[in-house]
């Protein structure tokens, strides 16, 4: 019996969003494409799962450089001109956020944003729009610069606030604002979705993050991001690509430095001239490469040399009654005892108690997802996996438990309401789950953190030199564009470019 | 603009460069494999284990319990009492799958060597997989598996401290895993099985569960045949001899045949409780496909040309329209791994790439996406048609 061909352009190692996003624009090239996912079902953790009858969310909080319908942001027309129609809901607001003494519900729109937080923040108008206008412009020129890459003077020239800032940290940049605390409070929750502190997260980072979310607002599909997983994997699938779900990729074949192929559990070897891998490069470097000798030390030094960033740890409950009936307000509340993000940071390296949670009303963003009369509600937390690495076999369970009572207390605590008398069904997800669904490095969603160590400006500088094989590419969070659902589709792009690139190169070699 | 100073401004990028190129230059370079969090998430879901029949023993007079244990000697994944393990057989050349509900306890998994009971009753003639446990499995035969699967568990944060249990049959299987990691100390409920027989030679796990039986676990059995000296509880487990044998805030778990669920859920109506409170366990694929609600049975008898998918490989194979996708594979040889056959789990999910089918509306546990572009859970979609499927390969 014979399940693949004797030979593909490409194989993709893992279909999650990355991985459709590479064979979708292959297969828009005329490229013959085979993606091996270990799951099955596509998205990786942009997926749902049924429980009680009710379809759950997996992960995702929201979706970010999309856009609405007429001003598509890159993903979002990325989307469109692939043909994948995802029905996605604007949410409402860009989140609330919830501090000793200050509750505030902010929304979308530089402008409408600034005056939320000068109302909170007197005077502090002009300032806020002005750090979120230089967040926007530093935006533009990053999806610029990643098109038309140019000259280090031209680049002063037509890119100079990105230039000017891009060798400094947030809190760096920040601090020649001299905004008052208030302010400074209510621009700092996004953080948690770059994962890295301020006095370590690139203010190039920053930048993208709020233009992006505070500009543009966020985004999530109808039917949770299964709809959206399916469909990129269905276009895919019309567009010629071979989809093969349950099949584990073991190894990748590497010969004199180029690679060939890959081998599955399942004992399947296949061939192709390019492999674009989701698993991280410190899995392939230290065991998937076949022979391991086909490694140079570099590859190994540099993967040590990086600090994997944030898993995830969140509670998911169906709750037996409305939503405002258990004072829940607003899709997505940032709640914390300080955004003193370095502080929080630190906060994430044990097991708890944690104080920074982020919580999840999916029925504000899309009403009815759960049946008339209950509501879903998420309460997540991303730690570092250091505190999870000591967790052992026999105590998971009950260390799974003790953190997930102490957040659900917490969050009672502030609505007022115990959650615990309401729970129809409850799903605890930890590093644990997402290292058993998505194989990822140490349960890692984020990738490498962002640091002035690991720049996203020093990424792009040194990527070419950080090809350590011939015809393989990453893909994932683990990637230039780093973690979140949106760079996972700019990373995913990215990896079939330089397939495509590569491709282009050598059919001028042959001329 | 200005940060720090126009030099040290344009300077950046280079600066961040020259940091990550020096970080790399003093990394190690001795590879690191280990990662702990992949290591406690496979001793908790291994995958598939290799096993072998170490003991079977009686468990009625219809019954037999078979002990399983890994091949390699290690001790099985953790579990939570209630779930099931998916045993894979190899029945004259063809793998068939059935799930079971675990009757031993996860501290037995647990001790060296671990290892996991199922509890089997003799079918009526409509479970060739069940004869062939109770007439043909051996000490020492090997199989493959998978555990432990199923929501059906207690969970502290969410079921109440009080559990009443309502069995049936073999539905007594779960109950007796909780049953013992109470007495064990190592789960925190207190339980009370309800548990309804026909006659007392029907009682599943009988000497098993009265050894059990502590403060914290109580074993009522409630006899619906005419048994003159019966003494115990008679009838069936109705809505008054459940109300009697609850205590304030209390989960209901049930687990048996499906007639019995439907005499239950109108029974639990009539006592008022939250919705919460109530948790079926999956109860498998219909036996009498003609009887659930919808199905066509003008299709009753009719065989469809169904081909398979795999790859680039395509096979064509007969299908009943009163058997699943799934034991048409079966069948025909073809492998089409299932876990919890109730339609429910969705690791048979497959993708229907022509024909029509009926997806039976009780067992219905698809994503709303799925349903949309026709993906469907093989263990309980019926072919109407000749029809086209992808499936994994295994």
Known sequence: ?????????????????????????????????????????????????????????????????????????????????????????????????????????????????????????PGSYEKVLKLLKLCDTVFNSVNELSIHPMSKVQMLLKHEAFVKTAGYSTKEVLDTFDLPQ????????????????????????????????????SYIPKKLSHEMSLKMAERAEAMGVQIEYRQHVDRILVKDKKVYGVRTARGDEIHADYVICSAYPNKVYTSM???????????????????????????????????????????????????????????????????????????????????????????????????????KPEDYDRVKHEVARQVIDDMSEYLGVNLLDHVLEIVIETPMTIARYANAWNGCIYGYAHTMEDHIVARLQTAEAEKFIEGLEFSGAHQISGDGMGPAVTNGRKAAKNVLDDLRKKEAAQK | MKIKGFLKDVGGASRVTKARLEQFAKASDQPVTVDPIAETAGEWHPGTLDLVVTEIRDASKTAKTIRLQRVDGKKLPFFYAGQFISLAFVIDGKVVCRPYSISS??????????????????????????????????????????????????????????????????????????????????????????????????????????????????????????????????????????HRYSAGDTTYFICGPQAMYRFLRTELQKLNIPQRRIRFEVFGQAKDVASLPGYPVEKLGETYALTVVRGIQKDVIPARADESLVV???????????????????????????????????????????KDFNYVHACATYPLSDMTIKIPIV
Not at chain 1, 352 to 367: D, Q
Not at chain 2, 140 to 152: A, E, H, I, K, P
Not at chain 2, 352 to 359: A, R
């Open chain 1, 182 to 217: 208030k302010a400074l409070d209510l621009l700092a929750p996004y953080w948690m979705y770059v994962g890295s502190g301020f006095s370590e997260l690139p203010f190039t980072i920053y930048s993208v993050l709020m233009a992006d979310y505070v500009g543009y607002g």
């Open chain 1, 289 to 391: 490469i076949e022979p391991i000798e086909e490694v140079p030390p570099e590859a190994i030094r540099m993967v040590n040399g990086r600090r994997i960033s944030l898993t995830a740890f969140s509670v998911i409950m169906i709750l037996d009654r409305p939503a405002e009936e258990l004072n829940i307000r607003d899709y997505s509340v940032f709640h914390g005892d300080t955004m003193d993000t370095d502080a929080i940071y630190a906060d994430l390296a044990g097991l708890g108690p944690y104080h920074y949670l982020t919580c999840i009303c999916h029925n504000y963003g899309n009403p009815g997802v759960t049946p008339e009369g209950t509501c879903s509600y998420s309460i997540t937390v991303l730690p570092r996996a250091d505190g999870w690495k000591t967790v």
């Open chain 2, 105 to 242: 306890a996860p501290f037995e998994a647990r001790l060296d060597p671990g290892f996991a009971e199922i509890t089997v009753r003799r079918s009526k003639g409509d479970g060739w997989i069940a004869d062939y446990i109770n007439e043909s499995l051996r000490v020492g035969d090997r199989l493959q598996g998978s555990m432990g699967l199923g929501q059906f568990y207690y969970e502290p944060l969410r079921d109440a401290k009080n559990v009443v249990a309502l069995a049936g049959g073999v539905g007594i299987t779960p109950f007796a895993s909780m049953a013992k990691e109470i007495a064990h100390g190592t789960l925190d409920c207190d339980l009370t099985i309800l548990y309804g027989s026909v006659n007392s030679d029907d009682i599943v796990l009988k000497e098993e569960l009265e050894a059990i039986k502590c403060e914290r676990v109580r074993v009522v059995n409630v006899l619906s045949g005419d048994e003159p000296d019966w003494t115990g509880e008679k009838g069936f487990l109705t809505a008054e001899l459940i």
């Open chain 1, 1 to 121: 019996m014979k399940f693949y061909k004797d030979h593909y352009d490409v194989i993709v190692i893992g279909g999650a969003l990355a991985g459709l996003s590479s064979a979708l624009m292959l297969a828009d090239k005329g490229l013959d494409v085979l993606v091996l996912e270990r799951h099955n079902l596509p998205g990786g953790l942009a997926t749902s799962f049924v429980r009680g009858g009710v379809e759950i969310e997996a992960t995702l909080h929201e979706m970010m450089s999309i856009g609405d319908r007429k001003n598509r942001l890159k993903v979002g027309k990325f989307f469109d001109d692939m043909g994948v129609d995802v029905d996605w809901l604007k949410v409402p607001e860009c989140y609330h956020a919830s501090l000793p003494g200050l509750e505030v519900t902010l929304h979308p729109g530089l402008k409408t944003f600034a005056s939320e937080v000068d109302a909170v923040a």
């Open chain 2, 328 to 370: 048409a594979c079966e069948r025909a040889g073809i492998i089409l791994l299932t876990d919890c056959r109730s339609g429910e789990c969705g690791f048979c999910r497959t993708k229907v790439l022509s024909g029509e089918y009926f997806v039976s509306p009780e067992n219905d546990g698809r994503r709303a996406a799925d």
